[in-house]
């Protein structure tokens, strides 16, 4: 892979669709909902390390949860933590590790890749991201991932691929024609069935000459507040100093609509296409899809923890224990049990997205304690 490419890993978010085991002190990307021996976190950083070693892999994540990721990847250099005060939303975590990074390689490439999502496709996955790498070093223009759609999803954002590019080394990339928002049922099977739509997943790699030059074009202020940080990180008293101060006015605005919609617009953005079993983990019926059966296992509830003790009759679903309670299921379908040891959820697949509403509701409580 390119020696300079650098690998940024936003760690935020306190993905409330999988409550109560994601919390806002320990968020999704902290836990193994999955099953699979690995948190979030800790598989995306598996993902990325042969694509770049560990001194060019940075993770912008919140001042609470720094510890933590430090703790889960002992391998990342302490100096390749970005925290921030507050979460601002993608542009200001992305913004400001290109700063940081094209401050320590002026001919970066920084391709920025969630640290809660999940990849079953590794080996198609790191041929994408090198078709993505070249393109954006042989272009200059801001390069995004455009997943296939499996199904109408009516909650991802879309791009429209344009006329395909020919660019050595990266045979799919194509222009992106347009990006979309999160379309209605009808729309989005449209888009399935003409073939010309992806789903967009949030993954974008540029130079950072590239991303930083769209970012002071598009948000001026933005781009200025984080210089001024940037400028001092590495003096640990004015940087608190600093984050204090202009940190709290910034506005909170995802890095595709100040920076890849504004350079789609101009022709500025190409998508390689990708087919490598992506999926954002945002809610418990996700959680049933992507786990896999156990070798052996004859229930049709999975199970997820490590003291997770089940007795089902008759049902189905899945069971996410952290207590030695059993828990015993008798005549459900599709069914998702939750048990911590301060909340019990229970919730059927079909209205998982429908978790984030009892997360209103344990707020208006006054149950902060418990989010």
């Not at 400001?96 to 391709?111: E, K, R, Y």
């Not at 999803?153 to 990006?179: D, E, N, Q, V, W």
């Amino acid at each position: 892979m390119n020696p300079h490419f650098h690998a940024v890993i936003p760690a935020g978010g306190s993905g409330t669709r999988l409550w109560p085991v994601s919390r806002e002190a320990s968020p999704k990307f902290l836990h193994d909902v999955l099953g699979l021996g690995r948190t979030l976190l800790q598989s995306t950083w598996d993902r990325v390390l042969p694509l770049v070693d560990a001194d060019r892999t940075w993770v912008v994540t919140g001042t609470s949860h720094a510890a933590a990721v430090a703790g889960q990847l002992p391998e990342l250099r302490a100096d390749r933590i970005i925290t921030e005060p507050s979460p601002k939303d993608s542009a200001a975590a992305i913004g400001l590790a290109a700063m940081l990074i094209h401050d320590t390689d002026p001919q970066a490439i920084i391709g920025s890749f969630s640290a809660d999502h999940s990849i079953t496709n590794v080996a198609e996955f790191h041929d994408v991201i090198g078709q993505a790498v070249t393109a954006a070093e042989q272009t200059g223009d801001i390069v995004t991932i455009g997943i296939t759609p499996t199904y109408p999803a009516t909650a991802y954002g879309y791009i429209k691929t344009g006329s395909h590019l020919g660019i050595p080394g990266a045979y799919a990339a194509r222009r992106a024609a347009a990006f979309v928002e999160k379309p209605a049922a009808s729309v989005a099977r449209t888009y399935v069935y003409s073939g010309s739509y992806r789903w967009n997943a949030g993954m974008f790699i540029a130079t950072t000459e590239a991303m930083l030059a769209v970012l002071a074009e598009q948000a001026p202020e933005l781009y200025a507040a984080l210089r001024s940080v940037a400028d001092i990180w590495h003096d640990e008293s004015a940087r608190e100093q600093k984050l204090a101060e202009v940190w709290p006015g910034l506005e909170k605005r995802a890095i595709d609509y100040v920076v890849a919609e504004p350079a789609a617009e101009a022709g500025r953005v190409i998508v390689v296409p990708g087919d490598f079993g992506w999926d954002d983990v945002g809610d418990f019926d996700s959680v049933a899809k992507l786990r896999q059966p156990v070798p052996g296992e004859s229930s049709a509830v999975y199970a997820i923890g490590e003291e997770c003790q089940i007795v089902d009759v008759d049902t189905s679903g899945v069971v996410f224990s952290s207590t030695d309670r059993l828990v015993a299921l008798v005549g459900l379908d599709d069914v998702v049990v939750v048990d911590t040891d301060d909340v019990l959820l229970v919730a059927s697949r079909s209205h998982a997205q429908d978790v984030k509403a009892a997360v209103s509701r344990v707020a208006e409580m006054g149950r902060d304690d418990l989010l």
